[in-house]
């Protein structure tokens, strides 16, 4: 029950962040069903892509909620800049976490990750995000797709809103935290 009360004010967070950014963040579930979902989330970063690309990767703890981490401090996560690449965290007592790996990097332009974030690791599920930067008049245009595939004998339809708003919530804090110096919300 803590978890859901946590996730009520966040999603509450979320939703105001994302009615004060919707002009310029589209986020929405492309489709769901009881064997997963697919997500996507676009938005434009006035900064150009190679910006973009290394405050993403180099710089995770700088935007990424604190309250979408197991250790409450999103600077313990880190993002390795290769194949195999661990999107990891760590934890007291030497104790970490690999939230997702990268299987393809191509710096500036795209990153591929495999994982299935957050509570979705203790299901039988697996997820793939591709991360596209494309430059654009105003900056870069960054495009995250994120699909959601397994089996829970609930079904995983009922996962995609609050997984949606919990991705466009990450990437709203990377735009407003280059654009700005900090994240959109707390």
Known sequence: MRYHRKMTRTGALVLAAIAILAPYVNAEVVDSAAGGFTLKTSLVIQAMPG????????????????????????????????????????????????????????????????????????LAVTGSMTIQLSPVATGTRLDVGYAVAGYLAAGLKSWAAPVDGVVTEQFTRLKEYIEHAKPAVK
């Open 51 to 122: 910006e973009v690309y290394r405050q993403l990767v180099r710089n995770v703890g700088n935007w990424w909620n604190p309250e979408h981490t197991y250790s409450h401090d999103s600077h313990n996560l880190s993002i390795e800049e290769k194949a195999m690449g661990c999107f990891c965290e760590k934890l007291p007592n030497q104790g970490s976490v690999r939230h997702m790996e990268i299987v393809y990097l191509d710096p500036g332009k795209r990153v591929l990750m495999t994982g299935g974030l957050g509570p979705l690791q203790s």
